[in-house]
């Protein structure tokens, strides 16, 4: 049986090569994820100890908190330190050599002066070592020409940026602190000054030599005092590379998700062909049962040959997972991420894509095999190749009515209950009810669709149609491989463009003027609101800013604006809201029994109630206070209540009788000392806010291709192994005059109808998924609503039937490619 099964092997190798190309796919994206991540983790290591090469020992604050300046010297001063520096890390900006803010997000550091606990790749010049002096990453100083010995301008969360001298460039391609955008490096007191930041993050610790180290800790930590944490040097190393891999096991967590999908289209895929092929050998299979061999015997001969045919594939898509890793860093590396290690290939991942790929082979080749040795011997004396399809039993499509009402009952019911578990749930069910009741469910929807079509191509598309649901089963398993793949990729597209318009709304809702100035990475300088209200060219000019005290949100607001946030007035007048006057939320009146003309004591002050009124606007997810606990207060008062608190947007408009070109041109002025702000109009906001959800969708939607591409080599597996199954068949059609136009035009109709009802099932139930989300946001917190992009989903659709023409080609041409005679005599 041994010698039989792999001489069985060789004989149907090309039978079996379609199947082995969708483990093979599988198992690349789980390697190349592998692999990458690997590298990256490789990378972690190498670079954990890149800013600490001179540090012996840390002082860090519990729980984060700050450590003042002061403390610098008095851990100096410990007997065994030789240097000591404070470092922080915080965000900035460089203006350019053309007056305009340099574009990205900037990282600033403080860098320590003194050289002995300086660790830096200097490559020009030489680091800080008074205040006053900058040092810079080499690229962002060559593509602005800055010179060394120049005043380059910096400015943070405390002001207008100021000239500091350019004493240096340094490299930190590939480390933590390269993000993107410059790197700026200043002396402690200066980087604590733009960054407003009240002390330092830790403290780096050089020991003098000799000094035991268990002993400067104790000397260390005594000297610092409560509140600290001392560590030593491996405990720092430690810490940096637990952070970075953890970061890098979300990553790959996400990568591996993509990639279960796949695997899991690939099951179907390998299942769906070995049910193909045993049919096909229904006469080899009760010859051998006549010549003496068990159940057991073909049952292990068959997952032996399913074993074999996944080892293959799988070692073949390790190799392409090596070139899928290759390009995932090249395409990591041209966006601009820090670049990770060597790309490593461990004797463990091979291991495991090898194991993963044939027991996903031999596991979906089980139950067809089990069914395989189902046939009697006495089917050797038949004349029959092929058994009768089996129709689907009252039970399993009992079963699947079932399954697919509960995935849709738990779809609804998610928007009610704002469960996020049971959209997941829902979608799971749904899509296994469609697997269950498949058999009556897809070629039904084929009949449905090919009757557009038989008016066109007349009695070829009415042999398609026939063709297409004579095994239910077999049309069932293709179509929904890719109901998976198509499924996900419509609910992120639905998903996204309901956020979209989500977003957008909110912005049409809440930002009524026509510039808004935005902090980049954090909230706006202190100043800035001041210097463009002072500007006689802008009108209003409204920091977004809010705090919770007692239990109420106390929002800025300026009366031109704060109308278009409230849906309706209970008592009072909005017009009265001004200094000393106040509007109060309608919930927070009723619960404290509050109303217009009452004085009201809010953060130790007194205000006067001028009106009740209510909005729309539900709290988000883990707000501190209850839904409508909110106060509107003036912008003055709001600073004088909270003068130390930011936001992180500004909506300014033209004063009166400005055109926006001469208001915006006044803005640009002001905000030429402002490198860490942005200025945008509202589209431009917009285009912001959704940007992030453009770059993720195409991320999510390029990694689920894989799974669609898999499914339709499903879609050619399958027409494939039926032109081989009605050799003798196509050979009597085209005896009969059927011509090769018209068996290509059959074969590309039947597997266009296929991949339809597959993509059709697959959006509507992307669409639900993606519907339960919106209702699950909606409730939470947000003015979500589900938006259907019809151009997309034309996209996906069209995109499925110009593949499933594709995938038709090579069944085609194995049809044609016997004489009609040969054909004829075939078995």
């Excluded at 007191?189 to 030599?209: K, T």
């Excluded at 469609?434 to 009415?462: D, E, K, N, Q, Y």
Aim: glycine share 12%.
């Amino acid at each position: 049986m041994l010698r039989l099964t792999l001489r069985q092997v060789r004989a149907d190798w090309l039978r079996l090569l379609l199947s082995s190309l969708a483990i093979v796919l599988g198992v690349a994206f789980v390697a190349g994820t592998l692999i990458f991540t690997d590298g990256i983790r490789a990378g972690a290591y190498a670079r954990a100890g890149t800013f600490d090469r001179h540090t012996d020992l840390g002082v860090y604050g519990q729980d984060d908190k700050p450590l003042p300046p002061a403390l610098v010297d008095r851990v100096r001063a410990v007997d065994g330190v030789a240097a000591a520096g404070g470092e922080l890390l915080g965000s900035g900006g460089v203006v350019g050599a053309d007056g305009r803010p340099v574009l990205g997000y900037a990282v600033l550091a403080a860098v320590p002066t003194d050289p002995v606990v300086q660790s830096y790749d200097v490559v020009a010049g030489r680091l800080p070592q008074r205040p006053g002096e900058l040092v810079l990453d080499a690229p962002t100083v060559a593509e602005q020409g800055f010179r060394l010995g120049s005043p380059v301008g910096v400015g943070g969360a405390t002001g207008a940026a100021r000239p500091y001298t350019l004493v240096g460039t340094v490299d930190v391609d590939g480390t933590s602190r390269d993000v993107g955008g410059p790197y700026i490096g200043l002396a402690g007191v200066d980087a604590l000054a733009v960054s407003g930041q009240r002390g330092y993050d830790r403290i780096l610790v050089a020991a003098r030599p000799g000094v035991d180290r268990a002993t400067l800790v104790e000397r260390v930590r005594a000297a610092a005092g409560p509140g600290v944490v001392v560590k030593d040097r491996q405990r720092i190393l430690d810490e940096a590379v637990e952070d970075g891999v953890r970061n890098l096991r979300q990553f790959s967590a996400f990568l591996l998700t993509f990639a279960a999908v796949a695997v899991v289209v690939s099951g179907f895929v390998i299942a769906n062909t070995f049910a193909i092929v045993l049919a096909q050998r229904t006469r080899r299979t009760a010859l051998l049962r006549l010549v003496g061999a068990t159940r057991g015997q073909v049952f292990r001969a068959t997952l032996l040959e399913a074993a074999v045919t996944g080892l293959v594939a799988s070692a073949a898509g390790v190799l392409a997972g090596v070139g899928l890793a290759v390009g995932l860093d090249a395409l990591m590396s041209a966006q601009g991420a820090p670049a990770g290690g060597p790309l490593t290939m461990s004797p463990a991942t091979v291991l495991l894509c090898l194991l993963l790929g044939t027991l996903i082979t031999v596991g979906a080749a089980a139950v067809p095999s089990w069914q395989g040795t189902r046939i009697a011997p006495v089917a050797a004396l038949t004349d029959a190749a092929v058994q009768p399809a089996r129709r689907a039993g009252r039970i399993r499509l009992a079963a699947g009515a079932l399954v697919l009402a509960g995935g849709v009952a738990a779809l609804l019911g998610a928007g009610a209950s704002g469960q996020v578990a049971l959209v997941a749930l829902g979608g799971v069910l749904a899509f296994f009810g469609i697997v269950l009741f498949g058999p009556v469910l897809v070629p039904a929807l084929v009949r449905l669709l090919g009757r557009p079509v038989r008016p066109l191509l007349g009695a070829t598309a009415g042999l398609a149609v026939a063709n297409a649901v004579r095994n239910p089963r077999r049309v069932a398993a293709t179509a929904t491989a890719l109901v998976i793949g198509i499924g996900l990729v419509t609910a992120f597209v639905v998903g996204a463009a309901s956020a979209k318009r989500g977003i957008e709304d909110g912005v049409d809702a809440e930002v009524g003027v026509d510039f808004v100035v935005t902090g980049i990475g954090g909230d706006l300088p202190a100043p800035l609101a001041g210097a463009l209200a002072a500007r006689p060219e802008l009108g209003v000019v409204h920091e977004q800013r809010s705090r919770v005290a007692d239990g109420v949100q106390l929002r800025a607001a300026h009366p031109a604006l704060v109308r278009r946030t409230l849906t309706g007035v209970d008592a009072g007048d909005v017009g009265e809201l001004g200094p000393g006057a106040v509007l109060v939320h309608r919930e927070l009146a009723t619960a404290r029994g509050w109303t217009v003309g009452e004085n009201v004591t809010l953060a130790g002050r007194q205000f006067r109630i001028a009106a009740v009124v209510h909005a729309d606007d539900a709290p988000l997810a883990g707000s501190p206070v209850p839904a409508g606990y909110v106060v509107e207060v003036v912008d003055s008062d709001f600073t004088r209540l909270f003068p130390a608190q930011r936001g992180y947007l500004a909506e300014v408009d033209p004063a009166p009788g400005v055109a926006p070109a001469t208001a915006k041109a006044a803005l640009t002025q002001v905000l030429a000392d402002y490198p860490t702000v942005n200025l945008m109009d509202q589209a431009a906001y917009k285009k912001m806010l959704t940007g992030t959800v453009d770059m993720v969708l195409g991320f999510v939607t390029a990694l689920l291709g894989l799974a669609v591409v898999i499914a339709l080599v499903g879609v050619a597996n399958t027409l494939t192994l039926s032109v081989v199954e009605r050799t003798r068949e196509n050979a009597v059609l085209r005896a009969v005059g059927l011509t090769r136009r018209g068996m290509r035009a059959a074969l590309a109709v039947e597997a266009v109808l296929i991949a339809l009802v597959g993509a059709v099932l697959g959006v509507a139930l992307g669409t639900a998924v993606a519907a339960g989300a919106m209702a699950v946001v909606a409730r939470v917190g947000g003015s979500f609503i589900l938006v259907l992009p019809p151009a997309r989903i034309a996209l996906i659709l069209g995109v499925a039937v110009l593949a499933a023409l594709a995938a038709s080609v090579l069944p085609a041409r194995r049809a044609l490619s016997r004489p009609v005679v040969e054909a004829l005599g075939a078995e």
